[in-house]
Every structure is written in structure tokens, then in C-alpha cells.
């Protein structure tokens, strides 16, 4: 477990470079797969993160400074990225295993939201909170139909 001071502002960006970093790491990717079925399903992953990223700078740019400066500490246990780094993820990979890497790094932001929630914050802060773990739900769901539509083509 780790404790963890930081304001609204730092969690977005980090947020934003998260989703950045693995928009770029799956078109990386997907420039070294055969299966095209594989292919479609990290092109379309690039793509989603990448937009993700997007929607994190207009989400910040859109909250108050009080809202983005507020201080919060939060206890939460260590993201495990070793899944992201370890994984086998060849030429050779199926779509199941590029979907379970993804699932894993998605727990992950969805627990820190959660956390976040949980705070003593303002009302307004944990609400920005709750609608970017919304968002995330949302765009998980979106992530594993276009997945499962890649699957049976």
C-alpha cells in the first residue's frame, strides 16, 4: 500500500500521459503483428487511448483552479504494470491476450478513481472524480465490443 498526496491536477495529467503512453505502446504494436485480426484490434486500441488523452486535456481545461488545486491524500495499492511490460505480446499474439493486457491496466485506473473517491474531498472534486471513473466504464464497455466485433469478422 502506498500513500499518496497530490492535487486534481497532477492525477489528470498523469491520467493523460497514461493513456498517451499506451496509445503509442499499442500502435508500436500493432506494427509488429501478423494476425490482422490482432492488428485491428491494437490500431483501434492506439486509437482509443489516444483520444482518451484528448478528452483528459479538455476535461482539465474545463474545471476551476480551486477544483484543480485541491489536496488530497489517498492510500491505494501500487498499480501493477509488470502485466504491461511481461507480457508475451509478439507477432504471434491473439486478441485475448492483447484484451487481458488491457483489462488489467483499466482495473487499475478504475481502483484509483475509486480511491479517490473515497477521500474526505469537496463535493465538487469527488464529483470530477466519479465522472472520469464513469467515463472510463463507459469507454471499457465500448473497448470490448469493438473487440468482440474484430473477434467474428
Known amino acids: 500500500?502506498?500513500?499518496?498526496?497530490?492535487?486534481?491536477?497532477?492525477?489528470?495529467?498523469?491520467?493523460?500521459?497514461?493513456?498517451?503512453?499506451?496509445?503509442?505502446?499499442?500502435?508500436?504494436?500493432?506494427?509488429?503483428?501478423?494476425?490482422?485480426?490482432?492488428?485491428?484490434?491494437?490500431?483501434?486500441?492506439?486509437?482509443?487511448?489516444?483520444?482518451?488523452?484528448?478528452?483528459?486535456?479538455?476535461?482539465?481545461?474545463?474545471?476551476?483552479?480551486?477544483?484543480?488545486?485541491?489536496?488530497?491524500?489517498?492510500?491505494?495499492?501500487?498499480c501493477d504494470l509488470s502485466p504491461f511490460f511481461s507480457a508475451k505480446l509478439g507477432p504471434d499474439m491473439t486478441t485475448n491476450e492483447v484484451m487481458k493486457v488491457a483489462i488489467d491496466l483499466d482495473k487499475c485506473l478504475l481502483e484509483t478513481y475509486e480511491a479517490m473517491i473515497q477521500n474526505d474531498i469537496p463535493d465538487d472534486v469527488s464529483e470530477v472524480f466519479q465522472g472520469l471513473l464513469d467515463m472510463e466504464k463507459r469507454e471499457n464497455i465500448k473497448l470490448a465490443k469493438s473487440a468482440l466485433r474484430i473477434e467474428t469478422l
Open 1 to 78: 500500500m502506498m500513500a499518496n498526496v497530490q492535487t486534481a491536477r497532477d492525477v489528470i495529467e498523469q491520467t493523460k500521459a497514461f493513456h498517451k503512453r499506451l496509445g503509442s505502446f499499442y500502435k508500436e504494436l500493432s506494427d509488429t503483428v501478423e494476425k490482422e485480426r490482432v492488428k485491428l484490434l491494437l490500431d483501434y486500441m492506439s486509437r482509443h487511448h489516444d483520444r482518451l488523452a484528448a478528452i483528459m486535456d479538455e476535461y482539465g481545461e474545463g474545471l476551476s483552479e480551486r477544483v484543480l488545486k485541491t489536496w488530497f491524500m489517498y492510500v491505494h495499492k501500487e
